[in-house]
């Protein structure tokens, strides 16, 4: 046993779950009209109803109680003032730094001022590609956390993109990514960014690379180096790898080696959300998840909405041992959130070692999946009805809309709470088996299909509800979920900001790509990989 | 205890996971060369790599065996015959003949023969909007299996859309994605199709109402009802519905009530395929499935490609406890293949009742979800490999490309193998620490390192190769997935064909639709439901 699992908190809530297992969520807003309120909190500008959760009163201050005996505050200490919570690798993973107005460190407020000033510059036509014309589209070329976040920023607030500046976003090492999105633009008029943390990312790389061959195939010799300067910027904590890849030196744009991969939206790694929504609109993004750093910051435990989330989490991983979380925005806007909390979540806590270097005995990260509402209902949900897992929901959506047809959005609002009242409450095969009736069928038939119409409820969720989904609330959903993870990190005792486990893949990989061009002795390959890499080099 | 779990072939399987659940799988290629050679099979342009799996003879021959009790080859015969294998809604699951060339049923050659001159009057201009304009861009309306499988489909065999006709895809009852899609065309040229088995369907009927608005407002009156007629096209099994919306007779495609939404796309459904991709490759399709229909219906269980699938996720499922199913295509234009794999799969097994109308005791269909490689490996991958679940794996491949830059899909393809190898193999702490003195650490921190940089391995993968991506090898592949789900139903002893999970949702959110616009007594409803409606009036 671990420290965690022997300690008084943890056993406390192994016997919660032993007593509390079959109570019905639906008896206890029966016997309580003010669960709601109880069990509901407003922290910068989001709403978070997490009544329809299988707790009560007891249950919750014991998973408080868990995280004060994992001293929680002081890690959150530790978090907002640079400290090396990143024990592995001996640094801060300080982004809470990066959208603190009121603190800005000087090389963080020149990055900002500089990536405003180029942005205006592109914006304004100043700059200009190799052949005078100006920029129509830009290309981010990332992977992993120089990808997923500022693709959802963007799509999620495509509302306020730029009309004139088209941002498109390449990751795959898959050339199909970038050949379909190279196919319809313009070498003369398309800048591409390159964002790589450490400038050796290979798919990165090669992206960058075959980009830069795009675009200079189009260019005449003389020229040819005055394009690169025109058309390619970088976006890395490495100047000198980027410089001599080519890009100018003027056209580099850093961040501080603290800034985690999956926490970098909020650093210069931003530059294509602000090209596509402007620089307020990007400040503004940032005032957002400040806020909810502040209420991360101060608020009591039990008052605190990414604690709540987090303990709530850990009950269903640990207690009622769900593998999955299920993120279903009602809001076509937040289609890519899921993908983007897949990474935040699991590549955090996806870890199986703890503080002192055990190896631990209890689940960590869930699996997070999901997807749009309504859609889903159409898709997945007949699993979250009827299907034999328990798993929590988090459902997110917003009073109003940006389109101008309310009766839609009237509909998508129903759908959700719709959608939690179902799970929460199901059907018994008595109201089936009545429903059946009235439809017309006899009793035999209405009692024969009446299980199978059966939904067992008592299914748990949390509705996040904000006003509108603008740059402000984003950034404050985002860093919700951020502090959610970092707090599941510090109650499971691991380290959420390496990622040691992706290492080995790479490794292999290397050494497999070359097996693919040349003659190689396979036999101390698995013979999976060799008769997969013989089939490769028949084709 | 239902039938299943009792039965001789489970008791068996119970005792085999016992006895091997420790077992090393690279321990099992060291021993046995010939490994990958007996554990892989090749059907309908599809070769399945099914060797790095935590099984061994016996449990193959066990789990075959509880195919085999579960009389799984006169099941198949019934579905391929017509029966009525969806036993609660009393109806065929007939999806296999409209795939059978040999074969075809009168009405379906007559549609596939519309659907053709549509196509061609399309295609060749002759089909125009009401100004006399050609169509340049064709929106699907449609939800679930009115929209996933075209969406997908068209998505995926993008290489070789239309370059004319633009295809759109348009689901959601959220308002953003008709407008999104609506605000960059123009209403001479814009052709929509209604895609709805009932012609009932809530979100679809709504978009569809808004799309006839946005093409009305632009239309003099006296020519309303012929800019309808030119721009209106439904697929439904209720044209009488269809007509009294105000689309043409002519306009009305249609199909059997005995094709279900999730397996539709062979069907009317694939109309937008059909527009995108030409008749040619939507016959090469369905020519793809039906290859594999070939297979699944005559091959051996033993060597049957689709049971073989399914009998390994009812292995991880059942005996291993997993929840999930993760779909990782190294091919990014598969991007949306997990998702279409989500509603197949969890919409088709997502239930617990059985044949018997009894509650059943054990797990069914997991969690299906997934993302393209290599971008997975930025993002989710660490926690496959270092996380604390167990999860099976499949990883889908093709030899060959759409692009002209072979260096990008080398290291694709030797990615998607070491990701598969590193799970299998994963690496010791004894290695870690090695490695870490290699790289110049000293002892101690070596030592308290390693184990962070520690890969359990011995985690289960399928590796799916195909020469190429193409509307044949597409069709095989989604008709292998039809059958495993089809399989693992008929072991579960539940019923695959209906969605009666769904209903209660529905149900609700029709009158929480009433609740949102009128004074309504509230006081019957849960406070979370009453709280949330609350916050909307009053927004």
Redesign the interface.
């Known amino acids: 046993m671990t420290d965690l699992t022997n300690s008084p908190a943890w056993q406390q809530l192994i016997k919660d779950f032993e007593k509390t297992r079959t109570q019905q969520m ?1 008896d206890q ?1 029966s016997t309580d ?5 109880k069990f ?1 909190l407003r922290a910068a500008e989001l ?1 978070l ?1 997490y ?2 959760n299988r707790i009560n009163n007891e249950t919750l201050q014991h998973l408080v109680a868990l995280a004060e005996a994992a001293h929680l505050p002081e890690h959150i200490e530790n978090l907002f003032t640079g400290k090396a919570v990143n024990f ?1 690798e001996q640094r801060a993973a300080w982004h809470t730094s990066l959208r603190d107005p009121t603190a800005l460190q000087p090389e963080i407020h020149s990055t900002l001022q500089r990536m405003h000033l180029f942005c205006s510059a592109l914006h304004s036509d100043h700059w200009r590609g190799y052949s005078g014309k100006p920029i129509t589209d830009v290309v981010n070329l990332g ?3 120089s ?2 976040g500022p693709r959802m920023v963007v799509d999620t607030l ?1 509302a306020l993109s730029n009309k004139k500046i088209k941002v498109h976003f390449v ?10 999105t190279l196919k319809n633009l313009n070498p003369e008029t398309t800048l591409f960014i390159v964002a790589s943390k450490t400038f050796t ?3 990165t790389l ?1 992206n960058a690379t ?1 980009a830069r061959t795009w675009l200079l195939n189009k260019v005449v010799e003389r020229k040819k180096a005055d394009a690169i300067t025109h058309h390619f910027v970088a976006i890395t904590v490495h100047a000198d790898r980027a410089i001599k890849f080519g890009i100018s030196a003027d056209n580099i744009f850093s961040f501080s080696d603290w800034v985690g ?1 999956r926490y970098s939206l909020w650093s210069a790694i931003g530059l294509p959300i602000m090209i596509a929504i402007g620089v307020d609109a990007f400040l503004q993004l940032l005032n957002g998840a400040h806020c909810m750093d502040q209420h991360f910051r101060n608020a009591p435990l039990a008052q605190n909405m990414p604690v709540i989330l987090a303990l709530l989490g850990i009950w269903y991983t640990n207690f009622y041992r ?3 979380q299920a993120i279903i925005p ?4 937040l289609a890519l959130f899921p ?1 983007y909390l ?2 935040l979540d ?2 955090s806590n ?4 703890n503080v002192n ?4 005995d ?8 999901g ?5 889903g ?13 328990l ?1 929590p929901v988090d459902f997110i959506i917003a ?7 309310p ?9 959700c ?6 799970l ?4 018994t095969q008595k109201q089936a088996y009545y429903e059946l009736l009235a439809e017309g069928y006899d009793e035999t038939k209405a009692k ?2 009446a ?6 409820g008592n299914r748990p969720s949390n ?1 996040l ?1 904000m ?1 509108k989904l603008t740059p402000t609330t984003l950034g404050a959903l985002i860093a919700l979920y951020e502090h959610k993870v970092f707090t599941q990190g510090i109650i499971w005792q691991i ?1 959420s900001f ?13 050494s ?2 070359k ?3 040349e003659d190689m002795d396979m036999s101390a ?9 013989n ?2 080099k028949k ?1």
Chains 1, 2 share one sequence.
Not at 357 to 360: A, L, R, Y
């Open positions: 639906y807003f009209p003010t669960r709601t309120e509901s709403y109803d009544s329809k592995t992977i992993g956390g990808d997923l495509s990751a795959n090492v898959d050339g199909s990514e970038l050949y379909n990312t290979v798919e090669l075959t991969g769900c593998q999955t009602y809001d076509q806007n993908n897949q990474q699991m590549e996806g870890k199986s070692v270097d055990e190896i631990i209890y689940p960590t990260a869930p699996i997070i999946w997807g749009v509402g309504t859609n209902q159409h898709a997945f949900h007949q699993l979250l009805h009827q299907g034999q897992f798993l009073l109003d809309n940006h389109h101008p047809w009766e839609h959005h009237d509909l998508l609002y129903a759908n709470l719709a959608q939690s009242q179902a929460l409450q199901g059907r024969k299909l299980p199978h119409k059966m939904l067992p509705t509800v006003k380290n390496d990622q040691y486990g992706v290492e080995v893949g790479k490794q292999l990989a290397t497999l790509s097996a693919l061009k390959y698995d013979s999976s990989t060799q008769v997969l890499v089939l490769f084709k």
